[in-house]
């Protein structure tokens, strides 16, 4: 039903294991994010692209690398993370950033660090 | 502090129960306000936005009070599938054209038989 697909939807990582998630979605739109959810806590915005172009990134640790290769994919490269990066990882899209289009979300990846 | 603060809960009513879940935002800024609606072990997925004025949805009710900076989500007659986390979400117009969503840490509702 969604218009924007995540795999894999499980992933257990050592720290020392370099993985890559991905992200793509079937909208048309122009907006796609990175989030961040942690147990017990709120969605974290980790970073924004607009159109290919990276407009934000919510100083996330380095070991994060996203990267956007067109409007419609969005990955993101994981090396060298900690115990504590276990979360469960969300993209969504929109058809423009930083408005107040609705953002429609992915299943989800569900990390587990090692 | 915390832009949007939420009660997390639990909140536990019986069928056909009114139940109603608050929210307060930090940013005066904030410009446009939602409800998102998350299931266990499921992605969020917008349930209504906020208007001024206040605004329904079939057994779904939301306000805002911008002076006190408070949003609030009413459900009438609840039902089984209501069950879920909902997220309080607000668009904060940071002085640039790139505003942003923040996340409450959702209220968990379950509604029993």
């Known amino acids: 039903e969604t218009g924007v697909t995540q795999t894999p939807r499980h992933l257990v990582m050592g720290m020392t294991n370099k993985k890559s998630l991905k992200c793509e979605q079937h909208l048309g739109h122009n907006a796609m994010y990175w989030y961040k959810q942690s147990a017990k806590k709120p969605l974290e915005l980790m970073f924004v692209?607009?159109?290919?172009?990276?407009?934000e990134n919510n100083s996330v640790p380095s070991r994060f690398s996203p990267e956007c290769p067109n409007s419609s994919h969005l990955f993101l490269h994981l090396h060298t993370l900690q115990p504590e990066d276990s979360a469960l990882y969300l993209c969504?899209?929109?058809?423009?950033?930083?408005?107040?289009?609705?953002?429609?979300f992915g299943p989800g990846t569900r990390l587990t660090v090692l | 502090r915390k832009e949007v603060e939420q009660d997390p809960g639990p909140f536990n009513v019986p069928e056909g129960a009114t139940v109603a879940f608050n929210c307060t935002y930090s940013n005066s800024a904030s410009q446009s306000f939602f409800w998102y609606r998350q299931d266990c072990r499921k992605e969020p997925k917008l349930l209504m936005s906020?208007?001024?004025s206040g605004n329904e949805d079939g057994r779904f009710t939301a306000q805002l009070n911008r002076a006190s900076q408070y949003i609030s989500l009413l459900i009438r007659d609840s039902k089984l599938s209501d069950s879920a986390t909902y997220l309080c979400?607000?668009?904060?117009?940071?002085?640039?054209?790139?505003?942003?969503?923040?996340f409450g840490r959702g209220t968990q509702l379950t509604v029993w038989p």
């Open positions: 979400v607000v668009n904060i117009d940071r002085g640039s054209t790139l505003g942003r969503l923040y």
């Open positions: 692209y607009n159109f290919k172009e990276q407009t």
């Open positions: 969504a899209s929109s058809l423009r950033s930083g408005t107040t289009d609705t953002q429609y």
């Open positions: 906020v208007y001024s």
